[in-house]
């Protein structure tokens, strides 16, 4: 609304919808209520025992105050071209489940701004699987912390996955990357993949070229990241 992307006649408030709420922690996966504030992601010791990168990922959302205000599943639907989240969601092959069925993130983030939810569909809870290893990096703009350029590198039970959000229309996956990484987890498996600028952002932040340049970087800092930390 502030962006004046919508402007709709009638708002419901689900603040206080107890059943989109919540963090459950379970041997294979953690799931994330809809309305689960980043704050409480990024101050859960489970989340941040279970999946590292997504306990950091939350903390460096925006500033204290839009991490106690903003949800998962906000963010999630909005779909901000350089949100974090969606970064998680198709790093870590997280299943979005709404009121009326389950999505695989590979088919949730349609477009800028846009999903696969229907306009009457609610995100109740997000699935995350947890990887073998994990990391997530971004490149911040300075006023808003918004990802200029954000990768989440993940060695998966489903192989590996390289999502990076912030330098196009949406978050999107980097196939090259990934295979090169299936054969060898280590960030030296990336040389020689250039990063092409075309089609990627250009703003008052940064040009396609810039953007370009950080997705190489933030890829091989990622990978040395996961292989760290082991989640
Ligand atoms: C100053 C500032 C800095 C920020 N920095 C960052 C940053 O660094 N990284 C980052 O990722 N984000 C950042 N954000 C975004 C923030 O994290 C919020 O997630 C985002 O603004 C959405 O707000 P919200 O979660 O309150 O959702 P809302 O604004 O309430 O909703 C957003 C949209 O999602 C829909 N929606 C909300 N919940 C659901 C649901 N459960 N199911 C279906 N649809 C739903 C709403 O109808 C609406 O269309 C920033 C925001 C601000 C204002």
Redesign the pocket.
């Known amino acids: ?2 962006l004046r992307l ?1 402007a ?1 006649t009638r708002l419901i408030d ?1 603040a206080d919808i107890g059943g ?1 709420k919540g963090i459950t922690i379970q041997p294979a996966g953690i799931e994330l209520g ?2 689960t ?2 704050r409480r992601v990024a101050q859960c010791a489970e989340v941040r025992a279970a999946i590292p990168a997504l306990s950091s990922l939350a903390a ?4 204290l ?3 106690n ?10 779909n ?1 071209p ?5 970064a998680a969601l198709l790093g870590l092959a997280a299943t979005i489940r ?2 009326t069925r389950e999505i695989g993130a590979d088919e949730f983030f349609t477009g800028l701004f846009e999903t696969a ?1 229907e306009d009457d ?4 809870s997000v699935q995350f699987p947890v990887p073998k290893r994990a990391a997530y990096l ?1 490149f ?2 300075p006023g ?4 200029l350029v954000g990768i989440l590198v993940a060695q998966t039970n489903a192989g590996v996955r390289v999502a990076v ?1 912030g330098a196009g229309a949406g978050v999107y996956r980097e196939p090259r990357m990934e295979a090169a990484l299936s054969d060898t987890f280590h960030p030296d498996a990336l040389d020689g993949i250039e990063v092409s600028a075309e089609g990627l952002n250009a703003d008052m932040h940064g040009s396609a070229e810039y953007r370009a340049h950080l997705v190489g970087v933030l890829a091989r800092r990622a990978t040395a990241a996961a292989l760290e930390n082991g989640g």
């Open positions: 609304m502030k919508a709709p689900l989109l809809g309305m504030p980043h460096g959302i925006g500033d105050q839009v991490r205000r903003g949800t998962l599943g906000g963010s999630v639907a909005n901000d350089a949100a974090d989240y969606p709404t009121s939810l569909e609610l995100i109740v971004k911040r703009a808003s912390r918004y990802a959000t």
